[in-house]
Protein backbone atom coordinates (compact mmCIF):
# COMPACT_ATOMS: atom_id res chain seq x y z
CA UNK A 1 0.00 0.00 0.00
CA UNK A 2 1.00 3.45 -0.93
CA UNK A 3 1.97 5.81 2.22
CA UNK A 4 0.65 8.99 0.44
CA UNK A 5 -1.68 9.97 2.89
CA UNK A 6 -4.81 9.53 2.84
CA UNK A 7 -5.70 13.11 1.85
CA UNK A 8 -2.49 14.96 0.08
CA UNK A 9 -4.23 18.80 0.20
CA UNK A 10 -2.49 21.58 -1.53
CA UNK A 11 -1.27 25.22 -0.12
CA UNK A 12 -3.78 27.46 1.55
CA UNK A 13 -6.71 26.78 3.91
CA UNK A 14 -10.22 25.93 3.17
CA UNK A 15 -11.53 29.57 3.75
CA UNK A 16 -9.34 31.22 1.17
CA UNK A 17 -11.16 28.99 -2.17
CA UNK A 18 -14.80 29.64 -1.24
CA UNK A 19 -16.90 27.37 -3.37
CA UNK A 20 -20.55 26.73 -4.98
CA UNK A 21 -20.51 24.29 -2.05
CA UNK A 22 -19.03 25.51 0.56
CA UNK A 23 -15.75 25.77 1.39
CA UNK A 24 -13.44 23.78 -1.00
CA UNK A 25 -9.70 22.70 -0.92
CA UNK A 26 -7.43 21.11 -3.90
CA UNK A 27 -6.98 17.34 -3.22
CA UNK A 28 -3.81 15.04 -4.83
CA UNK A 29 -6.33 12.59 -5.81
CA UNK A 30 -4.37 11.40 -9.32
CA UNK A 31 -0.60 10.47 -8.66
CA UNK A 32 1.85 10.86 -11.68
CA UNK A 33 2.43 7.10 -12.21
CA UNK A 34 -1.29 6.89 -12.90
CA UNK A 35 -1.26 9.76 -15.32
CA UNK A 36 1.54 7.95 -17.12
CA UNK A 37 -0.50 5.19 -17.19
CA UNK A 38 -3.40 6.76 -18.60
CA UNK A 39 -1.48 8.82 -21.44
CA UNK A 40 0.82 6.11 -22.38
CA UNK A 41 -2.44 3.49 -23.01
CA UNK A 42 -4.18 6.50 -25.39
CA UNK A 43 -1.54 7.10 -27.23
CA UNK A 44 -0.18 3.45 -27.64
CA UNK A 45 -3.77 2.66 -28.33
CA UNK A 46 -4.19 5.42 -30.84
CA UNK A 47 -0.82 4.10 -32.87
CA UNK A 48 -2.13 0.45 -32.12
CA UNK A 49 -5.27 1.15 -34.13
CA UNK A 50 -4.08 2.97 -37.13
CA UNK A 51 -1.07 0.58 -37.66
CA UNK A 52 -3.66 -2.56 -36.90
CA UNK A 53 -5.92 -1.77 -39.46
CA UNK A 54 -2.80 -1.58 -41.81
CA UNK A 55 -1.89 -4.74 -41.33
CA UNK A 56 -5.51 -5.82 -41.47
CA UNK A 57 -6.38 -4.27 -44.97
CA UNK A 58 -2.89 -2.34 -46.67
CA UNK A 59 -4.86 0.85 -47.93
CA UNK A 60 -1.18 2.37 -49.14
CA UNK A 61 -0.34 1.92 -52.64
CA UNK A 62 2.99 1.97 -54.30
CA UNK A 63 4.47 -0.74 -51.66
CA UNK A 64 6.53 -1.96 -54.83
CA UNK A 65 8.43 1.54 -54.12
CA UNK A 66 8.89 0.75 -50.31
CA UNK A 67 9.10 -2.71 -50.10
CA UNK A 68 9.70 -2.73 -46.36
CA UNK A 69 6.79 -0.27 -45.43
CA UNK A 70 4.49 -3.50 -43.98
CA UNK A 71 8.13 -4.52 -42.14
CA UNK A 72 8.17 -0.95 -40.26
CA UNK A 73 4.43 -0.90 -40.02
CA UNK A 74 4.75 -4.38 -37.98
CA UNK A 75 7.33 -3.04 -35.92
CA UNK A 76 5.97 -0.09 -34.75
CA UNK A 77 2.72 -1.85 -33.84
CA UNK A 78 4.66 -4.26 -31.83
CA UNK A 79 6.68 -1.74 -30.40
CA UNK A 80 3.75 0.26 -28.98
CA UNK A 81 2.16 -3.22 -28.11
CA UNK A 82 4.99 -3.68 -25.62
CA UNK A 83 4.02 -0.25 -24.20
CA UNK A 84 0.40 -0.76 -24.25
CA UNK A 85 1.01 -4.13 -22.37
CA UNK A 86 3.89 -2.16 -19.80
CA UNK A 87 1.33 0.52 -19.39
CA UNK A 88 -1.69 -2.07 -18.27
CA UNK A 89 0.78 -3.71 -16.16
CA UNK A 90 1.75 -0.45 -14.05
CA UNK A 91 -2.21 0.21 -14.28
CA UNK A 92 -2.88 -2.96 -12.41
CA UNK A 93 -0.14 -2.62 -9.75
CA UNK A 94 -1.76 0.66 -8.73
CA UNK A 95 -4.45 -1.47 -7.98
CA UNK A 96 -2.74 -2.68 -4.57
CA UNK A 97 0.00 0.32 -4.53
CA UNK A 98 -1.20 3.15 -5.09
CA UNK A 99 -3.32 5.12 -3.43
CA UNK A 100 -6.53 5.40 -2.08
CA UNK A 101 -8.05 6.87 -5.04
CA UNK A 102 -6.07 4.25 -7.62
CA UNK A 103 -6.66 1.16 -5.24
CA UNK A 104 -9.00 -1.75 -6.52
CA UNK A 105 -10.74 -1.55 -3.32
CA UNK A 106 -12.22 2.10 -4.84
CA UNK A 107 -13.03 0.20 -8.18
CA UNK A 108 -15.28 -2.95 -7.31
CA UNK A 109 -18.92 -2.77 -5.90
CA UNK A 110 -17.95 -4.52 -2.72
CA UNK A 111 -21.15 -3.46 -0.67
CA UNK A 112 -24.31 -2.42 -0.63
CA UNK A 113 -23.62 1.35 -1.34
CA UNK A 114 -21.58 1.04 -4.19
CA UNK A 115 -24.56 -0.40 -6.10
CA UNK A 116 -27.20 2.22 -5.01
CA UNK A 117 -24.41 4.55 -6.23
CA UNK A 118 -24.23 2.59 -9.75
CA UNK A 119 -28.09 3.27 -10.26
CA UNK A 120 -27.73 6.96 -9.46
CA UNK A 121 -25.56 7.15 -11.68
CA UNK A 122 -26.93 6.07 -14.28
CA UNK A 123 -30.15 7.74 -13.64
CA UNK A 124 -27.57 10.65 -14.78
CA UNK A 125 -26.65 9.22 -17.81
CA UNK A 126 -30.41 8.64 -18.98
CA UNK A 127 -31.43 12.11 -17.55
CA UNK A 128 -33.26 11.20 -15.11
CA UNK A 129 -31.44 12.94 -12.39
CA UNK A 130 -30.44 16.54 -13.39
CA UNK A 131 -26.85 16.44 -10.98
CA UNK A 132 -24.30 13.67 -11.19
CA UNK A 133 -22.82 11.65 -8.32
CA UNK A 134 -20.03 13.98 -6.69
CA UNK A 135 -16.89 11.47 -5.98
CA UNK A 136 -13.27 12.56 -5.10
CA UNK A 137 -12.35 9.72 -7.43
CA UNK A 138 -13.94 7.15 -9.81
CA UNK A 139 -17.83 6.83 -9.25
CA UNK A 140 -19.16 3.64 -9.12
CA UNK A 141 -20.36 2.74 -12.44
CA UNK A 142 -16.77 4.10 -13.94
CA UNK A 143 -14.71 2.48 -12.09
CA UNK A 144 -16.73 -0.65 -12.61
CA UNK A 145 -16.01 0.00 -16.56
CA UNK A 146 -12.19 0.27 -15.98
CA UNK A 147 -12.66 -3.18 -14.30
CA UNK A 148 -14.08 -4.36 -17.73
CA UNK A 149 -11.90 -2.83 -19.68
CA UNK A 150 -8.60 -3.73 -18.05
CA UNK A 151 -9.98 -7.22 -18.14
CA UNK A 152 -10.39 -6.71 -22.33
CA UNK A 153 -7.13 -5.60 -22.47
CA UNK A 154 -5.55 -8.49 -20.88
CA UNK A 155 -7.18 -10.85 -23.64
CA UNK A 156 -5.83 -7.95 -26.15
CA UNK A 157 -2.43 -8.55 -24.58
CA UNK A 158 -2.73 -12.40 -24.75
CA UNK A 159 -4.01 -12.49 -28.34
CA UNK A 160 -1.30 -9.93 -29.47
CA UNK A 161 1.71 -11.84 -27.50
CA UNK A 162 0.42 -15.36 -28.92
CA UNK A 163 0.03 -13.79 -32.16
CA UNK A 164 3.90 -12.44 -32.13
CA UNK A 165 5.03 -16.30 -30.62
CA UNK A 166 3.38 -18.09 -34.04
CA UNK A 167 6.02 -15.73 -35.55
CA UNK A 168 8.71 -15.93 -33.20
CA UNK A 169 8.51 -19.16 -31.63
CA UNK A 170 10.49 -18.20 -28.72
CA UNK A 171 10.65 -20.68 -26.01
CA UNK A 172 10.12 -18.27 -22.90
CA UNK A 173 6.59 -16.84 -24.58
CA UNK A 174 5.70 -20.16 -25.65
CA UNK A 175 5.53 -20.88 -21.56
CA UNK A 176 3.28 -18.05 -21.46
CA UNK A 177 0.88 -18.32 -24.41
CA UNK A 178 1.15 -21.70 -26.34
CA UNK A 179 -1.68 -23.09 -24.66
CA UNK A 180 -4.02 -20.31 -26.57
CA UNK A 181 -4.13 -21.57 -29.51
CA UNK A 182 -5.33 -25.13 -28.55
CA UNK A 183 -8.71 -23.20 -27.04
CA UNK A 184 -9.10 -20.97 -29.80
CA UNK A 185 -8.21 -21.29 -33.93
CA UNK A 186 -4.92 -18.59 -34.66
CA UNK A 187 -7.73 -16.93 -37.25
CA UNK A 188 -10.07 -16.40 -34.70
CA UNK A 189 -7.55 -14.99 -32.33
CA UNK A 190 -6.70 -12.61 -34.86
CA UNK A 191 -10.36 -11.86 -35.51
CA UNK A 192 -10.92 -11.54 -31.76
CA UNK A 193 -7.72 -9.53 -31.29
CA UNK A 194 -8.86 -7.24 -34.31
CA UNK A 195 -12.21 -6.74 -32.92
CA UNK A 196 -11.16 -5.65 -29.66
CA UNK A 197 -9.80 -2.51 -31.27
CA UNK A 198 -13.41 -1.20 -31.85
CA UNK A 199 -14.36 -1.35 -28.39
CA UNK A 200 -11.75 0.41 -27.06
CA UNK A 201 -12.35 3.04 -29.70
CA UNK A 202 -15.70 2.97 -28.73
CA UNK A 203 -14.58 3.11 -24.94
CA UNK A 204 -12.44 6.02 -25.42
CA UNK A 205 -15.05 8.13 -27.09
CA UNK A 206 -17.96 7.46 -24.43
CA UNK A 207 -14.86 8.26 -21.96
CA UNK A 208 -13.84 11.84 -23.51
CA UNK A 209 -17.76 12.40 -23.99
CA UNK A 210 -18.99 11.50 -20.24
CA UNK A 211 -15.32 12.88 -18.38
CA UNK A 212 -16.14 16.30 -20.14
CA UNK A 213 -20.27 16.52 -19.53
CA UNK A 214 -19.30 15.56 -15.59
CA UNK A 215 -16.33 17.79 -15.44
CA UNK A 216 -19.00 20.29 -16.37
CA UNK A 217 -21.54 19.51 -13.90
CA UNK A 218 -19.43 18.71 -11.03
CA UNK A 219 -16.95 21.92 -11.39
CA UNK A 220 -14.32 19.99 -9.78
CA UNK A 221 -11.64 20.09 -12.25
CA UNK A 222 -12.29 16.49 -13.20
CA UNK A 223 -10.38 16.89 -16.78
CA UNK A 224 -7.41 19.03 -15.34
CA UNK A 225 -6.82 16.32 -12.89
CA UNK A 226 -5.70 13.65 -15.36
CA UNK A 227 -3.10 16.25 -16.29
CA UNK A 228 -2.17 17.51 -13.10
CA UNK A 229 -3.54 15.46 -10.24
CA UNK A 230 -5.34 17.86 -8.65
CA UNK A 231 -9.35 18.27 -8.08
CA UNK A 232 -11.10 21.22 -6.28
CA UNK A 233 -13.01 19.36 -3.48
CA UNK A 234 -15.51 20.46 -0.84
CA UNK A 235 -13.86 20.49 2.65
CA UNK A 236 -16.66 18.29 4.07
CA UNK A 237 -16.55 15.46 0.97
CA UNK A 238 -13.02 15.51 2.16
CA UNK A 239 -14.10 14.59 5.82
CA UNK A 240 -16.04 12.25 5.09
CA UNK A 241 -13.31 9.95 2.97
CA UNK A 242 -10.89 10.80 5.83
CA UNK A 243 -14.00 9.56 8.63
CA UNK A 244 -14.46 6.72 5.67
CA UNK A 245 -11.00 5.33 5.41
CA UNK A 246 -10.34 5.94 9.38
CA UNK A 247 -13.58 3.40 9.97
CA UNK A 248 -12.07 1.32 7.28
CA UNK A 249 -8.83 1.03 8.69
Not at 53 to 66: E, F, N, T, V
Not at 93 to 113: A, D, K, Q, S, T
Not at 179 to 206: A, D, E, K, T, Y
Request: with cysteine.
Amino acid sequence: MSSTPIINSGPGSAAQHPGEYGPVMPVYVWQYPLRLAHWGIVLSIAVLSVTGLYIHDPYISGQLDRPFFMGWIRFTHEAFGMLFMAMVLLRIYLFFGGNRWENWREMVPINRGRFVEMINVSKFYMFINPKPVAKIGHNAMAALSYIGIYSLALVEILTGLTLYWRLDHNRYLGWLVSWVPGMMSVPNIRLLHFLLMFVFICFGIFHVHLAMLISREEKRGLMDSIFIGWKIIPVKDVDKAESEEGRRA
